[in-house]
């Protein structure tokens, strides 16, 4: 019997999910949680998990951040991302950072479960509608890198913070001030949809940045 737990802020998914596992003879669900420090908190006092199966998107501390957290605090416990996102950067950003599987919302039930059993196993597994855009869309995306809408010294900026550098250090290094340092990192994060620096890094990192 696989344990697990589902995290969703939508209620109406959580019910669906508990309606789709009661069906199977495998699967039973031990804890729902709404938000990141629900998760934690059900993780912190109940080791009775065999999976994590995991919205991207949740109020609080979510997305990279969150499975950052678990990966560091709970070692061993598979996670599945469950998102309505299917962009192949965020796939890829997910697994780096520690995730099992990926699948999108709009998959099939059948994927569903398949990729919950394989993954509880120690597997790995993504969507493959979401596989085959990594595997023949990857040229378009590199060429329409979301990074060329910064200015030069934003990019420049954005490759510092990625190696490292504190924003100190970059306002000696460019010889500004650093209130123009953090003038200049508010943009570029709101500009790429950055919610950390750890996005930031991963981000760097798949686009060979970090030179």
């Given at each position: 019997m696989l344990h697990i737990l589902i995290a969703d802020d939508h209620s109406v998914v959580r019910v669906g999910l508990k309606q789709l596992f009661s069906l199977m003879g495998d699967i039973t669900v031990t804890g729902e949680a709404a938000n990141g420090e629900e998760?934690?908190?059900?993780?912190?006092?109940?080791?009775?998990?065999?999976?994590?199966?995991?919205?991207?998107?949740?109020?609080?501390?979510?997305?990279?951040?969150?499975?950052?957290?678990?990966?560091?605090?709970?070692?061993?416990?598979?996670?599945?991302?469950?998102?309505?996102?299917?962009?192949?950067?965020?796939?890829?950003?997910?697994?780096?950072?520690?995730?099992?599987?990926?699948?999108?919302?709009?998959?099939?039930?059948?994927?569903?479960?398949?990729?919950?059993?394989?993954?509880?196993?120690?597997?790995?597994?993504?969507?493959?509608?979401?596989a085959e855009l990594m595997i023949f869309d990857q040229p378009q995306v590199e060429k329409a890198a979301p990074h060329h809408k910064l200015s030069d010294r934003e990019l420049m900026i954005m490759k510092l913070f990625a190696q490292g550098q504190t924003g100190n250090e970059i306002a000696k290094k460019l010889s500004i001030s650093k209130k123009t340092v953090s003038t200049h990192k508010a943009n570029l994060m709101h500009k790429m949809n950055f919610h950390s620096i750890a996005e930031l890094v991963l981000y760097a990192a798949d686009y060979a940045l970090l030179d």
């Open positions: 998760v934690l908190g059900i993780l912190a006092h109940n080791h009775n998990c065999d999976l994590l199966l995991l919205d991207l998107n949740m109020p609080g501390i979510s997305g990279i951040e969150l499975i950052a957290r678990i990966r560091k605090e709970h070692p061993p416990l598979p996670i599945l991302v469950f998102s309505m996102q299917n962009e192949p950067m965020i796939a890829k950003r997910i697994f780096q950072i520690g995730a099992s599987g990926f699948i999108t919302k709009g998959c099939s039930q059948e994927t569903l479960v398949e990729a919950i059993r394989k993954v509880a196993a120690g597997g790995r597994f993504i969507d493959p509608a979401l």
